[in-house]
């Protein structure tokens, strides 16, 4: 079965500055998709940003990049120039292709606070 | 605008009693999902559903049930047998297997507490 493990509870950062959110995931299907969500504390789950197992380069969605290492099955989110409104809980997923349908596994997520 | 609505946003209830969530979307999506969120965890599956009038269990289904008599709809209802159900309930919905990226739209959730 797929797994993400996000390894940081909570991070800080402050404001403009650059900041990196590990995920790491097993799974030994060839195909698959790599989601990152930002949940505000409000509740509601905001797409960011998806790298697809075989996408040949790193995906960007402005502030938003994703460090896909297959080798290492990372896929850190890095968001550049911080903002007070990036505060809130960031969550990893991954969804399998080639096993029937599948839906997207979660982490755990990391809470990110940034500071004026 | 095309959305997913979920009501209500918060529920109180007695230990015992059953309480149904409902979950709407007007996005011509096929596949509807329910996922339960507690605190300093990542979303759980409790079912989801690829096509009107299926659905399949997912990781946590006990004590949940669910309906999809229509496509629009995708109502969740806590029984009474669910040990643990204070928590926030997430509802998404994606375009279905012949046209998903994988990529689910979620509603802005339903905090249920349970006295």
């Known amino acids: 079965a797929q797994k993400i493990t996000q390894t940081q509870p909570g991070m800080f950062v402050q404001e403009k500055e650059a900041v990196t959110l590990d995920c790491t995931y097993d799974?030994?299907?060839?195909?698959?998709?790599l989601f990152w969500y930002k949940q505000p504390s409000s509740g509601e789950m905001i797409f960011l940003i998806y790298?697809?197992?075989?996408?040949?380069q790193n995906a960007t969605e402005g502030r938003y990049s994703l460090n896909f290492q297959k080798a290492r099955k990372s896929a850190n989110l890095v968001i550049s120039a911080s903002q007070l409104g990036d505060s809130a809980m960031y969550f990893c997923?991954?969804?399998?292709?080639?096993?029937?349908?599948?839906?997207?596994?979660f982490g755990k997520g990391t809470m990110l606070l940034v500071s004026p | 605008d095309g959305g997913i609505t979920q009501s209500p946003k918060y529920l109180f209830r007695k230990e015992g009693q059953n309480v149904t969530l409902s979950c709407e979307q007007n996005?011509?999506?096929?596949?509807m999902y329910w996922y339960r969120q507690d605190p300093g965890q990542g979303l759980r599956l409790i079912y989801y559903?690829?096509?009107?009038?299926?659905?399949q269990k997912g990781d946590i289904a006990e004590g949940y049930s669910v309906s999809r008599e229509k496509k629009e709809s995708f109502p969740l209802t806590v029984t009474s047998a669910q040990k643990n159900p204070t928590a926030f309930y997430l509802c998404?919905?994606?375009?279905?297997?012949?046209?998903?990226?994988?990529?689910?739209?979620f509603g802005e959730g339903s905090r249920l507490t349970v006295l």
């Open positions: 997923a991954i969804r399998l292709f080639n096993s029937g349908y599948s839906t997207l596994t």
């Open positions: 799974t030994s299907d060839p195909s698959y998709g």
């Open positions: 790298q697809g197992s075989y996408d040949q």
């Open positions: 996005l011509n999506h096929d596949a």
């Open positions: 559903s690829q096509i009107v009038n299926d659905f």
């Open positions: 998404a919905s994606s375009p279905g297997p012949e046209r998903d990226t994988g990529e689910l739209f």
